[in-house]
């Protein structure tokens, strides 16, 4: 059971470079979510994907920009990246976006440290 | 909108004692509250959920809470804390977005220490 699977793990970025965070599920869900966790305020919501072919802005969305390749696949990019966007990448899936409570399942987390 | 408060940013226990995790949430409307935990370098685990039905809810690995509309908490307990529980719990509240989706409002986490 693989769940939501996110590349790479660990990246270092020097300031102004520009990089990619895969992220994969297996579980056929509608939805894709990516998240930055920094200390102390939980998770943020960066960009979501409620349906394949279709995103939309969350809290923090200045500086990235994403893909939703096809249902199983949804990227996260940084164009020029900035030590703000140190902090921790979760992506997640869901079912759907309804508040009826659909669980929503996290990666593991990609850790990017910008220098 | 929703808000979410964890009432301790740490919580230390003895390994055999209680656990007591406090969340308290503002919502304008029922909300679904879950209770994730996150291991060190691990991602965030479902511990339990509630979606209006029972108002105690049993999660995995011996985890409960109880949602309480007239104190507008969802505490999480243990009856007797192991090791492994060591970790951060986060207390998580639905809210619809400006999108219709599904919009999670994460707590700032509690840090759980299990002594020996």
């Known amino acids: 059971n693989a769940g939501v699977t996110q590349t790479p793990k660990f990246q270092v970025l020097k300031t102004g470079q520009s990089m990619t965070l895969q992220c994969a599920q297996d579980?056929?869900?509608?939805?894709m979510y990516w998240y930055r966790q920094d200390p102390g305020m939980g998770l943020r919501l960066i960009y979501y994907s409620a349906s394949e072919g279709t995103t939309d802005k969350g809290e923090v969305p200045n500086g990235y920009n994403v893909s939703r390749l096809n249902k199983r696949e949804f990227s996260l990019r940084l164009e020029s990246a900035a030590p703000s966007q140190t902090s921790v990448y979760f992506c997640?899936?869901?079912?759907?976006?309804?508040?009826?409570?659909?669980?929503?399942?996290f990666g593991e987390g990609s850790w990017l440290t910008v220098v | 909108a929703q808000s979410v408060t964890q009432l301790d940013s740490h919580v230390s226990v003895s390994e055999g004692t209680p656990v007591l995790l406090r969340c308290n949430y503002s919502?304008?409307?029922?909300?679904?509250l879950f209770w994730y935990v996150q291991h060190p370098n691990k991602g965030l685990q479902l511990l339990l959920k509630?979606?209006?039905?029972?108002?105690l809810v049993k999660g995995i690995n011996g985890f409960e809470a109880e949602f309480k509309k007239s104190e507008t908490s969802f505490h999480l307990t243990k009856p007797s804390a192991h090791m492994s529980d060591a970790a951060e719990y986060f207390c998580?509240?639905?809210?619809?977005?400006?999108?219709?989706?599904?919009?999670?409002?994460f707590g700032a986490g509690t840090r759980l220490a299990v002594h020996p």
């Open positions: 919502s304008s409307y029922s909300p679904s």
């Open positions: 579980m056929n869900h509608n939805s």
């Open positions: 998580v509240v639905t809210d619809q977005g400006s999108g219709g989706y599904n919009k999670l409002i």
């Open positions: 509630y979606t209006s039905a029972a108002t």
């Open positions: 997640a899936s869901s079912t759907g976006t309804s508040i009826s409570g659909n669980t929503i399942y």
